[in-house]
């Protein structure tokens, strides 16, 4: 599927995987520790996509059947009860929603995106920031958030959504970067974007979503959080070492909130048990930048 500006992701297709559930599940607890100081933040997205999707159509491709990746991802974790508080509180969010959406099946169908589930957890005195460039998508997110106030919708490249949004009014923001890493220049798309934030904004918290494979490498971001000298907690989980194409993913967080770095690691530690596909699946929580 391709717009007319050359773009051709869709995360329709891999909706809930088990990628999703790590960002989401991160989030969630970002969120949360935002939200231990009564005053107000924004929450930035710079690539937002659409605030929700049909599980039940995640295989259907323009011109193939695509196969669903949510079974390997929140599929796994639909029925099981042995999560730790900080995946119980994720969990508990996404079925709800499940079921407030009106699905009366066994199997999860409606999934919540990353501006759905910001929104669910969002105070009143929260903002929402939310930036998505592609025609067809932003008309969904904006149906979307129809009559809602404090969210505003921007349909433009994400990568200026930092130039745009800081500092903001509330002097508070969480930033997530979640860009879909199609093109070689991505990287330093993305690095410079988080320097620009942090130059704006010193104190944001910016979370940055990267793929785990043979090829992507996040040194960039850890050289430029490096040299600019702000704490910042790197969190990767390999599902599968083995696999062709992308092995795992993760999230590095600069300016990450306090008993942060906890949370993450009863997360990964987790879902690399609950989402292995391989012998040797493995996550790990590292500081790339000391407190």
Not at 28 to 41: D, H, S
Not at 56 to 74: K, N, Y
Not at 252 to 277: D, M, Q, T
Request: with cysteine; aromatic share 8%; hydrophobic share 40%.
């Amino acid at each position: 599927m391709k717009e007319a500006n050359g773009v051709n992701y869709r995360h329709a297709y891999h909706a809930g995987n088990f990628a999703d559930v790590l960002k989401h599940a991160l989030l969630v607890r970002l969120m949360r520790a935002l939200q231990r100081k009564e005053r107000g933040f924004v929450f930035v997205d710079t690539h937002a996509g659409r605030g929700t999707y049909d599980l039940s159509q995640a295989s259907e491709g323009d011109t193939r059947e695509r196969v669903p990746e949510w079974p390997e991802g929140i599929g796994r974790l639909w029925e099981r009860t042995d999560a730790p508080p900080e995946v119980a509180d994720y969990l508990e969010i996404i079925r709800g929603y499940d079921r407030y959406r009106g699905n009366l099946q066994a199997a999860p169908r409606f999934y919540p995106g990353s501006p759905r589930i910001a929104r669910l957890i969002g105070r009143p005195q929260d903002r929402m920031e939310l930036w998505e460039k592609l025609p067809s998508e932003n008309a969904v997110l904006r149906d979307e958030f129809v009559g809602e106030k404090r969210v505003a919708i921007h349909e433009a490249d994400g990568y200026g959504a930092l130039r745009a949004c800081l500092p903001p009014l509330e002097r508070r923001a969480l930033v997530l970067m979640d860009p879909p890493f199609e093109s070689a220049g991505e990287w330093s798309d993305v690095s410079a974007t988080l320097g620009e934030g942090l130059a704006r904004l010193p104190d944001a918290t910016i979370a940055v979503w990267y793929p785990l494979t043979e090829r992507a490498r996040a040194d960039g971001f850890v050289s430029l959080l490096q040299s600019v000298k702000v704490p910042s907690l790197a969190m990767d989980l390999v599902v599968d070492p083995d696999a062709p194409r992308m092995k795992g993913c993760g999230v590095i967080v600069a300016n990450p909130p306090w008993k942060f770095e906890g949370e993450a690691r009863a997360i990964v530690s987790y879902l690399a048990s609950a989402l292995c596909r391989g012998q040797a699946a493995q996550g790990s929580v590292r500081w790339v930048v000391p407190e």
